[in-house]
Structures are given as C-alpha cells and as structure tokens.
C-alpha cells in the first residue's frame, strides 16, 4: 500500500521521541553537505565520510574509514554515486556494515539499481541491522531547502523509525512499498525526466533550425503549461547558457542506464527512453560534469550554424 506522508516542522522538534543522536553520513558531496546542514539544524551530531578523506567542512567530524564512522552513529545514511561505490563502502573490514552495532538503521539514499538495493539490504539484515531505501527526487536547490521528496522503500516500522532524519531533509515522504520500491520509483522519475529533456531538446533544436527568435523560443516554452517547473528551470539555464551542474550529465546517464537495464529485466517497453539512454550516453563525452540539461545546449550547436570564413585568397 502506497502512503503518502508531510513532513513535520523542521527543527529541533525532529530530535523528539527517538534514540537518534548522531547520524553517520557515507559519501558527502555536493548533495550530501546541504543534506548534512539540515541534519546538523535539526539538532542531530554529524560525522562523515569521503573516500578522499576531506569535506571542505570545518563544522562536522571526518572519520577515516566507513567503519569508524558507522561504531559512532545511531544511524548511517548513504549517499553515493553508484553500485560499485556502494559495496566499495559497504563491504570489506573497513566497510560500514563492520562498525554498525546491531539495531542500527542504514538508510540508502543513493540512486543505484534494484540489484544493488535488494543485495545491500540482505547483507545489512545478516549484520542484524534495520534497512531504508530512500532515494531522493530533488536537485541541489531542494537538498539546500530542505525539500527534498523521500522515495520510500521499507518495513512500516523501520520507516517510522528512520522519519526524524527524512524529515530533516526532505519536505515529503513517500511510502512506495518494501525496500527496493524506493529505488524503482526513483529509476520512474528520472527516467521522466532525463526523456522529457530530451524530447524538449529535439523540438527547442528544430525551432532554432527553422529560423524561429531563439529569445522568443525560449520565453515562450518559459510561460507554457505543458513545460514541468524542473524542466523550466533547465530551459532558463540552457537560455543564458549556464549549464553548472545541478544534476550532472554523468548521474543523469547512469540512472538512465539503469533504468534501461531494469526495463529489460521486466520485458518492459521503453524505446523512447533508449534513445535519451543514448542521447545522455554521448553527451557524457564532452560534457560529464556540466548539468544534464547542457543536452540543450549540444542541440542547438548542432542545427545553428556558423557561415564559413571567407578564404582570404584563392587556391
């Protein structure tokens, strides 16, 4: 059963009837710092880890090892780029699953395939620890606001258990069902939007190529119902060709790929996500760590052409 629940007030009134103090945050980049701000304003103890050993954060204690940082919390939170970097943290000696005393929550906020999430929450259950997959739908603005929307997958009670930190961070929290609900729901979302992107792509690069005002163009789709609000952000972005990352092109064409992949696991039907699949897929060449709306930008490079320079001479 699908629930669907607001989030409280934020503050210190997320520290109320729970044992969680001190939460313990694997992976923390550019999502996860503004994460962690939250976390730390509602009141909860931080401690991190990066496997290049620094945050550029004076307010938070860094721990070598996912182990250490894992003997420490009441509960961990991950929030990685993909599988390998998942299991690379996970597993081993010096993996977090080795320094979890048993009880401790795990909560998965990083968006990798259905395997991965099933495989992850095996081993935390033999460790005899609490599982919560919580991919996250939101980009660096809501992670800094605190609006994030919590993709939910878990036991009903583990859920509750974990919802003083997904609070913190998120302003909606949606129950998709068991653990690995969260993580299909989230493949669903981006493969919405990474497609979407796509297909406005295709249609901003035909207006340009037919000669249409390319500030027109743009306002116009800017004041159109049939744009999504993200969508309108990334076509602003894309007008005074600003493609800073907010969401890179590299994680948008990984999740894409994931998705493709789970698809076919399912004999599902998906040949316009293919072709975004692969749209993303090349635009990672040159453009890996500009946002993935910077898709828009290739387009248009590609049908606004430049008149060739006259040669000075013939010959």
Same mark, same amino acid.
Do not use: W
């Given at each position: 059963?699908?629930?669907?629940?607001?989030?409280?007030?934020?503050?210190?009134?997320?520290?109320?009837?729970?044992?969680?103090?001190?939460?313990?945050?694997?992976?923390?980049?550019?999502?996860?710092?503004?994460?962690?701000?939250?976390?730390?304003? +509602? &009141?909860?103890?931080?401690?991190?880890?990066?496997?290049?050993?620094?945050?550029?954060? %004076?307010?938070?204690?860094?721990?070598?090892?996912?182990?250490?940082?894992?003997? /420490?919390? %009441?509960?961990?939170?991950?929030?990685?780029? %993909?599988?390998?970097?998942?299991?690379?943290?996970?597993?081993?000696?010096?993996?977090?699953?080795?320094?979890?005393?048993?009880?401790? $929550?795990?909560?998965?906020?990083?968006?990798?395939?259905?395997?991965?999430? #099933?495989?992850?929450? !095996?081993? +935390?259950?033999?460790? %005899?620890?609490?599982?919560?997959?919580?991919?996250?739908?939101?980009?660096?603005?809501?992670?800094? !606001?605190?609006?994030?929307?919590?993709?939910?997958?878990? #036991?009903?009670?583990?859920?509750?258990?974990? !919802?003083?930190?997904?609070? +913190?961070?998120?302003?909606?929290?949606?129950?998709?069902?068991?653990?690995? +609900?969260?993580?299909?729901?989230?493949?669903?979302?981006? &493969?919405? $939007? &990474?497609?979407?992107?796509?297909?406005?792509?295709?249609?901003?690069?035909?207006?340009?190529?037919?000669?249409?005002?390319?500030?027109?163009?743009?306002?116009?789709?800017?004041?159109?119902?049939?744009?999504?609000?993200?969508?309108? !952000?990334?076509?602003?972005?894309?007008?005074?060709?600003?493609?800073?990352?907010?969401?890179?092109?590299?994680? $948008?064409?990984?999740?894409?790929?994931?998705?493709?992949?789970?698809?076919?696991?399912?004999?599902?039907?998906?040949?316009?996500?293919?072709?975004?699949?692969?749209?993303?897929?090349?635009?990672?060449?040159?453009?890996?760590?500009?946002?993935?709306? /910077?898709?828009?930008?290739?387009?248009?490079? /590609?049908?606004?052409?430049?008149?060739?320079?006259?040669?000075?001479?013939?010959?």
């Amino acid at each position: 059963m699908r629930h669907t629940e607001e989030s409280l007030e934020k503050g210190h009134d997320h520290m109320k009837d729970t044992s969680i103090r001190t939460v313990g945050f694997v992976g923390y980049g550019a999502m996860g710092r503004l994460m962690g701000k939250n976390l730390r304003n +509602a &009141g909860f103890a931080l401690t991190v880890y990066t496997p290049s050993g620094r945050t550029g954060d %004076d307010e938070v204690q860094t721990c070598p090892s996912p182990k250490s940082l894992a003997e /420490s919390a %009441d509960l961990v939170v991950v929030c990685v780029p %993909d599988d390998k970097s998942l299991f690379a943290s996970a597993e081993g000696e010096d993996g977090f699953l080795a320094g979890c005393a048993p009880g401790t $929550m795990i909560v998965n906020c990083s968006t990798v395939s259905p395997d991965a999430t #099933e495989r992850l929450c !095996r081993a +935390a259950r033999s460790h %005899d620890l609490r599982f919560v997959d919580a991919p996250m739908s939101g980009s660096t603005p809501e992670a800094e !606001r605190g609006e994030l929307v919590m993709l939910v997958g878990a #036991e009903v009670a583990d859920l509750e258990a974990a !919802r003083p930190v997904l609070d +913190a961070i998120g302003k909606l929290t949606i129950h998709a069902g068991p653990v690995g +609900a969260g993580t299909r729901l989230k493949l669903v979302v981006n &493969g919405i $939007m &990474g497609g979407t992107l796509a297909i406005i792509a295709e249609a901003v690069g035909y207006g340009l190529g037919s000669g249409l005002d390319r500030t027109v163009l743009y306002d116009a789709l800017s004041e159109l119902a049939v744009i999504s609000p993200h969508h309108k !952000r990334k076509l602003a972005a894309a007008a005074r060709h600003d493609f800073s990352p907010q969401f890179p092109a590299r994680l $948008m064409s990984k999740d894409m790929g994931l998705l493709v992949s789970a698809v076919r696991q399912t004999h599902g039907f998906c040949p316009a996500i293919a072709v975004a699949d692969q749209a993303l897929s090349l635009l990672v060449k040159r453009h890996a760590n500009d946002d993935y709306a /910077s898709l828009l930008g290739a387009v248009e490079k /590609s049908v606004v052409h430049t008149p060739p320079a006259t040669p000075d001479h013939e010959g």
